[in-house]
Nanobody, 121 residues
């Protein structure tokens, strides 16, 4: 069993910053990719940023230069530093990980429960 737990969401004024964290726990053999997605009311879930075990990153165009994704492999944790936040960044942010559980041959996709980020104008 693998669980992802996010933290760090909240309410912030436009131009402010937040740092999200997501830690994977349970029977984990290895984690390849970790990432963040978001879903605003009435919209589809969209990619924000991903990072591989080797620290290769990928960002959505709308966050480039403002958000930074990083990970601590020893802690099975991924972070999202969000700066210069805009009201349109308001959404539920979800952590996603591609994990090979212990004693399993294949990798599986896991999602966290989501954390609310609200940016006021």
């Amino acid at each position: 069993q693998v669980q992802l737990v996010e933290s760090g969401g909240g309410l912030v004024q436009a131009g402010g910053s937040l740092r999200l964290s997501c830690t994977a726990s349970g029977s984990i053999f290895s984690i390849t990719q970790m990432g963040w997605y978001r879903q605003a009311p009435g919209k589809q879930r969209e990619l924000v940023a991903t990072i591989t075990r080797g620290d290769t990153t990928n960002y959505a165009d709308f966050v480039k230069g403002r958000f930074t994704i990083s990970r601590d492999n020893a802690k099975n944790t991924v972070y999202l530093q969000m700066n210069s936040l805009k009201p349109e960044d308001t959404a539920v942010y979800y952590c996603k990980s591609v994990v090979q559980p212990t004693y399993r041959r294949y990798e599986y996709l896991y999602w966290g429960q989501g954390t609310q980020v609200t940016v006021s104008s």
